[in-house]
């Protein structure tokens, strides 16, 4: 994969401690792209330019291949960093020693410029933590389905009341649509430790060196030497006082806030190999300058962008003019010495889509007052990533599910347990299908593999079909800074299919990992086909998938031939709620207002019940949750309870299952069943007529308070199906909402 460069930079061959040929590629700089010898003691390579790309190889039997690379992050500023490779691949056991080849990598200043090196590793967080785990002195909330988490806990929902009023009543965007939310999600920052809601700026304090050449001056270009006149040197920062009010603070129990973070210890945190990261300046609006809080709502302005290596490192460097900070100050302490001061850039990173960079998935919360140098490490809400070969099968993944092929021939992998039917089971799925574009990862790392194919078929069939969907991949073009999605495949492959002689015009795709230019694709693309349930059967059922490997000749690779079967179900909810709901005798529908039961005025039951009638349905056997909840005002949902018991059916369970929940239904919850394990919701329910489900419920609590006289209720159902795209699990679905009014006489 490529380490993603900015400006200038020498480039030299430290050590190499391979038997194999090694060489390094620059692709996308001003000057010297190509090809350099893997050879130490050769001359250091000036390379500049906005943005580059440089890519380590070896040389196999069949060519060239990339080589897994390890950025080994730099001890200070000008010291430069190691580029350190491993030469997997091309059928070799790989000793993950990464001293085949290392390159050292040493920067090069612009004259008139002040540099800021940034470095660290990113990953992914999930699970039961609500907040973002890499900000150590902010609770920092990254997503919309973060924050209605968040605003479970009364302490935390009072902080957010407090410094985001305008933010409480977000809502995420409900899924069939994917998650991470669209815009994209600007984070909320509420101070953990300290009271003021954001830092004052700083300065930071630089000297101005005296000219010098960075590196061997024997080894550098002229273009290197006349750009190194000259560099600055980092002495520290100090708070910028001068118009700018002192930072709000809000008064709220940070001890007890602390608490409530400390109960959640189980983040399950993982590396991001091949991200790819935006990182913009960000410019503080007036309120944040006058000690409001951080609303992510200010100028910005594009830094540049880096990619993760295959351990989820970056370093990322740029780079502001004079001119281009917001304050220049001469302080001249000492005779000859030439001091000024330069305001730190506040910074953004965001994470974009591999597949397509120009869609932007999550941001981060603000990194205020970056210095010219700074250990950085960062988190996002997991998203799909690059997924590294596990072990020796061929179809590997679907989505971000491990499904490889056991020695029983049993597929799965990390929790995951694909039955032989195809559907899928795991702490998060109980007997799912896949449903909508599924991204079929596959492991083709020798190097004779130039061309695959992928198959399907319907147990009915005996022909293969060949899949003719398209699908891109992220590579460098020489032109962008960035890498573009780029078509991966080809109808015009000609291949001698079964053996037999060869055929034109077949549908197939090129293994990019072993293509001629492999350099200039950025995630070793594993990535092998995108799959559409709907393209493939019409309602539901078992469809087999085939990938084949083929050489540069078009001949088929015996060895790479491997199927696998996934049952997928294209039916959707059929949802809906009567708003004919019934409380005290009283039928009434949409915006209809009761009265609570009452002798003489006075209320005889304060908890009256209510009956609503609905409709949850998945004809297929899918349908995960179904529920009916209550939310009173602003408040939010109600505590509810049933007034019978519900009936047993086989492979659920009933809700609510205790005191204290505000969902009543049913839920599928069975992990053992991966064949038979049908639910269709309100249909099998024993009391149901024509799939209409009437539950009567009332509140744990009274409806209304004592000084109360009135107060609006929603009634909803919603729940989720038992589908998976791989990533996006249990889509969430919900009817249309029935408002009433409730009121004492």
């Known amino acids: 994969m490529a380490i993603l460069m900015q400006r200038a930079w020498n480039v030299q061959v430290q050590s190499k401690e391979a038997a194999r040929e090694q060489r390094f590629v620059i692709s996308g700089a001003s000057l010297n792209n190509g090809p350099h010898p893997g050879t130490v003691g050769s001359p250091a390579v000036f390379v500049s330019g906005n943005s580059w790309s440089i890519v380590i190889q070896s040389k196999s039997p069949d060519g060239w291949v990339n080589s897994t690379e390890?950025?080994?992050?730099?001890?200070?500023?000008?010291?430069?960093?190691?580029?350190?490779?491993?030469?997997r691949g091309g059928g070799l056991v790989s000793d993950l020693d990464f001293n085949d080849l290392v390159l050292h990598c040493t920067p090069v200043s612009n004259s008139g410029v002040t540099d800021y090196f940034m470095f660290g590793n990113v990953s992914c967080y999930?699970?039961?933590?609500?907040?973002?785990?890499?900000?150590?002195?902010?609770?920092?909330?990254?997503?919309?389905?973060k924050l209605q988490e968040a605003l479970k806990y009364p302490i935390v929902r009072d902080y957010i009341e407090k410094v985001y009023p305008d933010r409480i009543f977000e809502q995420p965007i409900k899924r069939p649509i994917p998650i991470p939310d669209p815009a994209p999600f600007k984070p909320l920052m509420l101070p953990l430790q300290e009271t003021a809601l954001m830092p004052n700026k700083e300065v930071g304090i630089f000297r101005k060196n005296e000219p010098a050449v960075t590196g061997n001056s024997k080894a550098l270009s002229a273009e290197s030497r006349q750009l190194a006149t000259d560099s600055f040197s980092f002495l520290g920062s100090r708070s910028l006082n001068s118009n700018v009010a002192?930072?709000?603070?809000i008064d709220i129990d940070r001890v007890k806030l602390a608490g409530i973070i400390d109960k959640f210890y189980y983040c399950n945190v993982n590396t991001m190999p091949s991200a790819v990261l935006q990182f913009l300046e960000y410019d503080r609006t007036n309120s944040e300058l006058a000690g409001g809080a951080y609303t992510g709502t200010g100028a910005r302005e594009i830094l540049g962008y880096a990619i993760t290596d295959s351990f989820g490192n970056y370093v990322f460097r740029f780079q502001r003019t004079l001119s281009q900070s917001l304050e220049e100050i001469s302080v001249d302490t000492a005779s000859g010495e030439s001091f000024f001061t330069t305001v730190q850039p506040d910074v953004i990173v965001q994470l974009l889509d591999a597949a397509n960079p120009s869609v932007v998935l999550y941001e981060s919360g603000l990194y205020s007052n970056v210095p010219s140098f700074k250990n950085i490490n960062i988190c996002f809400p997991c998203a799909s990533t690059v997924k590294a070969c596990n072990g020796q099968g061929i179809i590997q993944y679907i989505g971000d599910l491990l499904v490889i092929k056991g020695?029983?021939?049993?597929?799965?992998?990390?929790?995951?347990?694909?039955g032989s039917d195809g559907k899928i089971s795991n702490s998060f799925l109980k007997c799912a299908a896949w449903s909508g574009q599924l991204k079929l990862i596959a492991c083709l790392k020798e190097t004779s593999i130039k061309y695959y194919t992928v198959c399907y078929k319907l147990p009915s069939q005996l022909l293969w079909n060949y899949v003719e969907e398209p699908c891109t991949l992220p590579k460098f073009n020489g032109v962008d800074s960035l890498p573009v999605a780029t078509s991966i495949r080809s109808n015009t492959l000609s291949l001698h299919i079964d053996g037999g002689p060869i055929q034109n015009n077949i549908h197939g795709y090129i293994n990019v990992a072993n293509a001629s230019d492999a350099d200039a694709w950025i995630t070793t693309t594993n990535l092998k086909a995108l799959l559409t349930t709907g393209y493939y059967i019409a309602n539901a059922g078992t469809v087999e998938f085939r990938v084949e490997g083929y050489d540069a000749a078009g001949n088929k690779i015996a060895s790479v031939d491997e199927t696998?079967?996934?049952y997928l179900d294209n039916k959707w909810v059929e949802a809906d709620l009567d708003p004919n709901i019934s409380l005290g005798g009283s039928t009434l529908g949409n915006c209809a207002l009761f009265t609570l039961p009452n002798t003489g005025g006075v209320v005889t039951d304060e908890k009256a019940p209510i009956t609503v009638r609905f409709r949850a349905k998945q004809d297929n056997g899918f349908m995960g949750l179904y529920a009916v909840t209550?939310?009173?005002?602003?408040?939010?949902?109600?505590?509810?309870?049933?007034?019978?018991?519900a009936a047993l059916i086989p492979l659920t369970t009933a809700l609510p299952t205790g005191a204290g929940q505000q969902a009543v239904g049913r839920e599928y919850t069975d992990l053992v069943q991966l064949n038979s394990?049908?639910?269709?919701?309100?249909?099998?329910?024993?009391t149901?007529?024509?799939?209409?489900?009437?539950?009567?419920?009332?509140?744990?609590?009274?409806?209304l308070e004592p000084d109360q006289t009135f107060c609006a209720f929603r009634v909803l159902v919603n729940g989720n199906i038992r589908h998976t795209t791989g990533e996006y699990h249990n889509p969430y679905y919900q009817t249309g909402e029935v408002l009433i009014g409730i009121q004492r006489p």
Do not use: H, M
């Not at 002192?246 to 603070?249: A, D, E, H, I, P």
């Not at 149901?688 to 409806?703: A, H, K, Q």
């Open 677 to 686: 394990c049908f639910f269709s919701g309100t249909p099998q329910e024993p």
């Open 688 to 703: 149901s007529v024509g799939d209409y489900l009437e539950l009567t419920i009332r509140p744990e609590n009274n409806w």
């Open 564 to 566: 696998i079967d996934l």
């Open 70 to 87: 390890k950025i080994q992050f730099p001890s200070s500023a000008f010291s430069g960093f190691n580029i350190a490779s491993d030469d």
């Open 126 to 145: 999930e699970g039961y933590c609500w907040w973002n785990p890499c900000f150590r002195n902010y609770i920092v909330i990254d997503s919309a389905i």
């Open 407 to 418: 020695t029983t021939g049993t597929r799965g992998g990390d929790g995951n347990l694909l």
């Open 630 to 645: 209550i939310a009173k005002g602003a408040v939010g949902n109600q505590n509810l309870t049933r007034t019978s018991a």
């Open 246 to 249: 002192v930072s709000k603070t």
